[in-house]
């Protein structure tokens, strides 16, 4: 695919050895959310880490495997008159993998992307460290845990790692707006933890990284099929083991105050105005295959704030008297006139749009290891 010509000059000048201006880093964590019970199950995040907001798409199959070996196919967002950034400062692929040193033995990975972002580190406490790149991505692989100390529960990280080129231990792999995409995770039989490769098929150029912690060992996929109701025990939706997800609720890491928690109505974040995801190519989802080489037979969504139900102030306080008005619409998956899955609003080549907000459940009405009605359902929309 043809890149914008921000990408070609960006090209040019390195092949002619021109140095470019490095912004300023930024550093951020944003952790998964848990199931909340006050006073029962209250998730403490590690120190400098917040979460919030999971809008995720859920390919669905009973296929034997099928939870442990997929290939994601994605062609990456651009900038337009807002940054792809602009709404949030990651958007990951990730799915429940065996944990002993876990709540239920279970964590959770996210392959995060940050949009127009050159990642310089990933923290052990599961963070990164960015400086901004236009049209730019790397990524990192966090691992979150919960622990438990008397009554004490803490989600932390038990793995993360930076995705690199090959080349060495702290050269990200580079992709660039509108290249297209593979995320195949998979195992080996050294059962040495699931492995995530990142191919880029624009470039030709790859990484890999294997989920084997120091501390708790190799990190395993917890489900073979990718079924609904194959869930994080200690998450708060009823989904399949693998999904795709935009973190949203958090300010961008370049801008003013970066990488904030927000809510839907503050004017500070771009997650819930529909100019910022109307002013961006939105990240195409073309599809998943299955290591058998069979595709989803559905797919489905959730969002485990409730969608409208979090702008509407019923989980979350917010700034907004109505649904609908700037700073407060709830970002929704729609499938294209080409057939990929967009995220974000309806756009020019949108066919279905599912409802747009409304096909997430506003209510807990799916159960779990916290008894009934306490996890979002996912919403099967095509």
Same mark, same amino acid.
């Given at each position: =695919?043809?890149?914008?010509?921000?990408?070609?000059?960006?090209?040019?000048?390195?092949?002619?050895?021109?140095?470019?201006?490095?912004?300023?880093?930024?550093s951020?964590?944003?952790?998964?959310?848990?199931?909340?019970?006050?006073? !029962?199950?209250?998730?403490?995040?590690?120190?400098?880490?917040t979460?919030?907001?999971?809008?995720?798409?859920?390919?669905?199959?009973?296929?034997?495997?099928?939870?442990?070996?997929?290939?994601?196919?994605?062609?990456?967002p651009?900038?337009?008159?807002? %940054?792809?950034?602009?709404?949030?400062?990651?958007?990951?692929?990730?799915?429940?993998?065996?944990?002993?040193?876990?709540?239920?033995?279970?964590?959770? !990975?996210?392959?995060?992307?940050?949009?127009?972002?050159?990642?310089?580190?990933?923290?052990?406490?599961?963070?990164f460290?960015?400086?901004?790149?236009?049209?730019?991505?790397?990524?990192?692989?966090p691992?979150?845990?919960?622990?438990?100390?008397?009554?004490?529960?803490?989600?932390?990280?038990?793995?993360?790692? =930076?995705?690199?080129?090959?080349?060495?231990?702290?050269?990200?792999?580079? =992709?660039?707006?509108?290249?297209?995409?593979?995320?195949?995770?998979?195992?080996?039989?050294?059962?040495?933890?699931?492995? !995530?490769?990142?191919?880029?098929?624009?470039? $030709?150029?790859?990484?890999?990284?294997?989920?084997?912690s120091?501390?708790?060992?190799?990190? =395993?996929?917890?489900?073979?099929?990718?079924?609904?109701?194959?869930?994080?025990?200690?998450?708060?939706?009823?989904?399949?083991?693998?999904?795709?997800?935009?973190?949203?609720?958090?300010?961008?890491?370049?801008?003013?105050?970066?990488? *904030?928690?927000?809510?839907?109505?503050?004017?500070?974040?771009?997650?819930?105005?529909a100019?910022?995801?109307?002013?961006?190519? %939105?990240? *195409?989802?073309?599809?998943?295959?299955? @290591?058998?080489?069979?595709?989803?037979?559905?797919?489905?969504?959730?969002?485990?704030?409730?969608?409208?139900?979090?702008?509407? @102030?019923?989980?979350?306080?917010?700034?907004?008297?109505?649904? @609908?008005?700037?700073?407060?619409?709830?970002?929704?998956?729609?499938?294209?006139?080409?057939?990929?899955?967009?995220?974000?609003?309806?756009? %020019?080549?949108?066919?279905?749009?599912?409802?747009?907000?409304?096909?997430?459940?506003?209510?807990?009405?799916?159960?779990? %290891?916290? $008894?009934?009605?306490?996890?979002?359902c996912?919403? !099967?929309?095509?």
């Amino acid at each position: =695919m043809k890149r914008t010509p921000a990408i070609c000059v960006f090209g040019v000048l390195l092949l002619l050895g021109f140095a470019l201006p490095v912004a300023a880093q930024s550093s951020g964590c944003i952790a998964h959310r848990p199931k909340y019970l006050e006073g !029962v199950f209250e998730v403490h995040y590690d120190s400098g880490c917040t979460g919030h907001d999971e809008p995720e798409l859920d390919p669905v199959s009973s296929a034997a495997g099928s939870a442990r070996d997929l290939t994601w196919t994605v062609i990456l967002p651009a900038d337009g008159s807002f %940054p792809a950034s602009a709404p949030g400062p990651t958007f990951w692929f990730g799915g429940t993998v065996t944990d002993p040193n876990s709540l239920f033995g279970q964590a959770f !990975v996210e392959l995060q992307f940050y949009p127009d972002a050159l990642v310089s580190n990933c923290t052990p406490q599961g963070g990164f460290v960015v400086s901004n790149a236009p049209n730019t991505y790397t990524a990192c692989s966090p691992v979150w845990k919960v622990t438990q100390t008397g009554t004490r529960f803490q989600e932390t990280a038990a793995f993360n790692a =930076m995705l690199t080129d090959g080349s060495g231990p702290s050269n990200p792999l580079i =992709m660039h707006a509108g290249d297209v995409v593979t995320v195949h995770w998979f195992t080996t039989p050294a059962a040495d933890g699931f492995h !995530v490769t990142v191919t880029d098929l624009n470039t $030709g150029k790859a990484g890999t990284i294997v989920l084997n912690s120091k501390s708790d060992g190799p990190l =395993m996929p917890a489900f073979d099929t990718q079924e609904i109701g194959n869930a994080l025990g200690w998450g708060i939706v009823f989904d399949t083991p693998n999904s795709f997800v935009w973190e949203i609720g958090h300010t961008s890491p370049f801008t003013t105050p970066a990488d *904030q928690f927000c809510i839907p109505g503050q004017t500070i974040c771009q997650s819930y105005n529909a100019a910022a995801w109307a002013g961006a190519s %939105p990240i *195409q989802i073309l599809g998943v295959k299955f @290591g058998d080489g069979s595709a989803p037979r559905k797919w489905a969504v959730v969002s485990d704030f409730g969608g409208i139900a979090e702008v509407l @102030g019923i989980t979350n306080s917010s700034n907004c008297n109505a649904y @609908g008005g700037p700073f407060c619409i709830y970002p929704w998956f729609s499938v294209s006139s080409t057939g990929a899955f967009n995220f974000g609003v309806d756009y %020019p080549n949108t066919k279905k749009d599912f409802g747009q907000a409304n096909q997430y459940p506003q209510t807990e009405q799916c159960g779990g %290891p916290f $008894g009934s009605n306490s996890t979002y359902c996912a919403n !099967v929309v095509h």
